[in-house]
């Protein structure tokens, strides 16, 4: 097989796997052998395109919902080390990629599927004196040792959890066990690189609706993991069933129970919320008909209204339409005098709306009888 077709393949095989920015179909690119690059967000906020490749989908697991289980009936690819670098190298040397995610099925045990992933980053990193930004996928099971050759050569290390506890893996699959297998490799990773100092974030990932878990369960376990692991960020992919799989005829989740779970992710890592906070429906669901910050607003009257001119910033943030950066517009324009409206506090007119019913302009409801409107 050419390697434009593997690329085809394990290209495609990938797109399942969720990195920050990884983009949607849209956002690919459509030529050949680039069509499985994708825009990317690093750590630091800068955007890289990245080649997004798993190194084989053969896979020894049996994740119920997954496109490269081993019992489906799909064709099966693999890279060798040197082919993958070499092609990625290329790559790199044309201007087409600036990173390199790469993650792999299992094939034969753990271990000997790290160490091909490993050799392949080797590779890029010493023979190709590559310098730029890659992320690696730790696999289930994965030794103490392929952790921390994947810290030293990794910018980005992510294990996927697919489930917020231990209780809900069984719906998935029969051969993985989550304390050791999901959950002890991203423990490791994070005391070898606070060991190592390295630089290193982590992210995992859960699969939405597939295994019958509530957005509580996700929301505690993602709040846990920030505080325990200093995890980077949790991603939400929500499930969608695949033919000849045993969830095939599962209902799929809809995007927008995915879309509330990452705005309660964000206020779980900028706004200092915590998931007890957090207001669910009587399944544990986040309701669909307002976002997580509005509805904790409505449910505490007592807080509001704010009086913008004194309101310390970590109150600021409990009104909706204010985040981070707004927070710190108010406060320094503050510091030049007392604010009587919207425009000095320099919110635009869509996030005004949202925090009008919530705010005090020195002791004042707000009016919207303002040159900005």
């Not at 998935?172 to 974030?201: C, G, H, M, T, W």
Request: net charge positive; charged share 30%; glycine share 6%.
């Amino acid at each position: 097989m050419n390697r434009e077709k593997k690329v085809e393949i394990l290209g495609r095989a990938a797109q399942y796997d969720i990195c920050r920015g990884c983009g949607t179909d849209t956002s690919r690119r459509r030529d050949e052998m680039d069509r499985w690059i994708y825009p990317a967000v690093r750590p630091d906020g800068k955007r890289v395109s990245m080649l997004k490749v798993l190194q084989t989908n053969a896979c020894a697991n049996d994740c119920a919902y997954c496109v490269n289980r081993s019992q489906r009936d799909t064709r099966r690819v693999s890279f060798s080390s040197d082919e993958l670098a070499r092609i990625f190298d290329e790559m790199a040397r044309a201007n087409m990629v600036e990173g390199l995610f790469l993650s792999s099925g299992i094939w034969g045990n753990a271990s000997q599927a790290m160490e091909r992933m490993l050799a392949t980053v080797e590779l890029v990193r010493k023979r190709y004196e590559f310098g730029g930004y890659v992320h690696l996928k730790i696999l289930p099971g994965a030794d103490d040792a392929s952790i921390e050759a994947a810290i030293s050569m990794a910018d980005r290390v992510s294990v996927n959890l697919e489930v917020p506890n231990a209780q809900r893996i069984g719906a998935l699959s029969n051969r993985k066990d989550f304390r050791q297998e999901l959950l002890a490799p991203l423990r490791k990773a994070d005391e070898i690189r606070r060991q190592q100092n390295r630089r290193v974030s982590m992210t995992t990932q859960f699969v939405v609706g597939a295994a019958g878990e509530s957005d509580r369960e996700l929301v505690t376990s993602a709040a846990w993991l920030y505080r325990n692991l200093h995890l980077a960020r949790a991603y939400y992919s929500a499930f969608q069933p695949i033919r000849d799989t045993p969830l095939e005829n599962h209902p799929a989740t809809p995007t927008w129970r995915e879309h509330r779970l990452y705005q309660a992710d964000f206020l779980l890592r900028q706004y200092d919320f915590c998931a007890e906070e957090f207001i669910f429906d009587q399944d544990g669901h986040l309701p669909r008909e307002a976002d997580p910050k509005l509805l904790w607003a409505r449910h505490h009257p007592e807080q509001y209204p704010l009086e913008i001119n004194t309101a310390s910033r970590e109150r600021l943030l409990r009104i909706p339409g204010i985040g981070p950066v707004s927070a710190d517009k108010i406060l320094k324009r503050r510091q030049q005098g007392t604010l009587r409206g919207f425009d000095h506090a320099g919110l635009s007119p869509a996030l005004a709306r949202r925090a009008a019913p919530f705010v005090l302009f020195d002791g004042k409801r707000p009016s919207f009888q303002l040159s900005m409107w």
